[in-house]
């Protein structure tokens, strides 16, 4: 059973400029969280997608937006990218509470 | 607020001994604990989970304790190997807060060989 898959790896990006990262979730599961995860903050949940919708949401600007597809893959995009978004983002897929974590993105903002 | 705290930055062990990482948590409401393991490089890898109605769960090796009066919980891993070396979350979720989990800072183990 494959596993939580984040594309791509590794990010640089310069400031100003957006981003889109991809999480495909475990298959079968349609709840997709995003976290992100600085040396100064830890983790920090970003939003979580169910069936194409946003059911929750964490305390970011909105510079950080989310969507899901139908066949549950998730896209988190951040526009404006500033120095202090660098940060590994990670993907988590959930069917009945367990919570799967993909390796993340790493970005880099320059 | 919401907060999960954890007792110690890093702890070294001697390979072969008993690991203890604690954590503390918050918020009374919260009725799911996860704890994980993260590598260099690599997203968080689930352990041991335990539901509020539970004192007590044990896995391969692993052993996680739930106190719900003083708001605490601990994982222990016995006979501590040079592979589980890596940082350790504890993480928190609040019934119907939906795919939030409330991370602690995290304790890194260091097995010394």
């Known amino acids: 059973k494959a596993g939580v898959t984040q594309t791509p790896r590794y990010l640089i990006k310069t400031r100003g400029q957006q981003v889109t990262l991809s999480c495909s979730p475990i298959s079968g599961h349609r709840s997709v969280s995003w976290y992100q995860q600085t040396p100064g903050q830890g983790l920090q949940f970003l939003f979580e997608?169910?069936?194409?919708?946003?059911?929750n949401k964490g305390n970011f600007p909105g510079r950080f937006s989310g969507r899901q597809f139908s066949n549950s893959r998730s896209e988190m995009n951040v526009s404006t990218l500033e120095l202090g978004d660098s940060a590994l983002y990670l993907c988590?897929?959930?069917?009945?509470?367990?919570?799967?974590f993909g390796s993340g993105t790493r970005l880099t903002v320059v | 607020g919401e907060s999960v705290g954890l007792h110690l930055p890093t702890l070294s062990v001697q390979e072969g001994d008993n690991s203890i990482i604690n954590c503390a948590y918050s918020n009374s409401a919260s009725d799911y604990f996860i704890w994980y393991k993260q590598e260099s490089g690599k997203g968080p890898q689930f352990i041991i989970d335990?539901?509020?109605?539970?004192d007590k769960r044990q896995g391969q090796r692993v052993t996680v304790l739930l106190n719900k009066t003083v708001k605490h919980l601990s994982l222990q891993i016995a006979a501590t190997q040079p592979g589980d070396s890596a940082v350790y979350f504890c993480?928190?979720?609040?019934?119907?807060?939906?795919?939030?989990?409330?991370f602690g800072q995290g304790t890194t183990l260091q097995v010394k060989p």
């Open positions: 988590a897929s959930s069917y009945d509470g367990g919570y799967t």
């Open positions: 997608y169910f069936s194409e919708t946003q059911r």
């Open positions: 335990i539901r509020s109605n539970m």
């Open positions: 993480a928190d979720h609040l019934s119907g807060n939906t795919g939030k989990l409330i």
